[in-house]
């Protein structure tokens, strides 16, 4: 069974610094997709970046890129000149690609506050 | 577009109750889910349904009873609710399944059970 990690609870950074979330994954199967969803405290789930497991480059969304480690089954999250409004939860979150469902597997969060 | 919308916000109920939580997409979205989150836990998914009359179990689908009989609506449905199913409920789209389609996301139903 697929499973996703975040092992950093909560973190802090600094507006207009640059922050790295960590997360791992466990999975067998080699086609797959990874996600990074946002959840402010209005708890909308908000589609931050996305990998394909069979690219080898790493994804970038303006501010926000991955460090994509498929051997070491690792999916980091870099923000970049951080802001307020990036204060939220972030998920990462994994799917495998050609099944019956479009199910995806969730890390535990990490809740992310940006300090003025 | 409304994108993917959810009634109720919020709701409590007592033990033993039913409700209906509904859901509904105007993106003509074939795939639709339903996933609970609660604390420490993420998002698991209950339901999920690849178009208009095909639904299949999730994750942890006991206690829960959907059916699909439009392509835009998807409701949830508990049959006797108990004070383990207090949870934020999320009800999520995408226009096709088997592939890594964006998934859309409703903001969310807050449910207590007392």
């Known amino acids: 069974a697929q499973t996703v990690t975040q092992s950093q609870p909560e973190m802090s950074v600094q507006e207009a610094e640059t922050v790295t979330l960590s997360c791992t994954y466990d999975?067998?199967?080699?086609?797959?997709?990874l996600f990074w969803y946002k959840q402010p405290p209005s708890r909308q789930m908000i589609l931050v970046i996305r990998?394909?497991?069979?690219?080898?480059q790493n994804a970038t969304e303006n501010r926000f890129s991955v460090n994509f480690q498929k051997a070491a089954k690792s999916f980091s999250l870099k923000i970049s000149d951080s802001q307020l409004g990036d204060t939220a939860m972030y998920f990462c979150?994994?799917?495998?690609?050609?099944?019956?469902?479009?199910?995806?597997?969730f890390g535990t969060g990490t809740l992310l506050a940006v300090q003025p | 577009n409304a994108g993917v919308t959810q009634t109720p916000k919020f709701q409590v109920l007592k033990t033993g109750q039913s409700m209906t939580l509904q859901c509904a997409q105007d993106?003509?979205?074939?795939?639709m889910s339903w996933y609970r989150q609660d604390p420490g836990m993420g998002l698991r998914l209950i339901h999920y349904?690849?178009?208009?009359?095909?639904?299949d179990q999730g994750e942890v689908p006991n206690g829960y009873n959907v059916s699909r009989s439009t392509t835009e609506d998807f409701p949830l449905r508990l049959l006797s609710a108990a004070p383990s199913q207090t949870s934020v409920y999320f009800c999520?789209?995408?226009?096709?399944?088997?592939?890594?389609?964006?998934?859309?996301f409703g903001p969310g139903t807050r449910l207590l059970v007392l």
């Open positions: 999520a789209s995408s226009y096709s399944w088997g592939a890594a389609e964006t998934q859309y």
């Open positions: 999975t067998s199967e080699s086609n797959y997709y």
């Open positions: 990998q394909e497991a069979y690219k080898q």
């Open positions: 979150a994994f799917m495998f690609y050609g099944g019956a469902t479009n199910k995806l597997i």
């Open positions: 993106m003509n979205h074939e795939y």
């Open positions: 349904s690849v178009g208009a009359g095909i639904t």
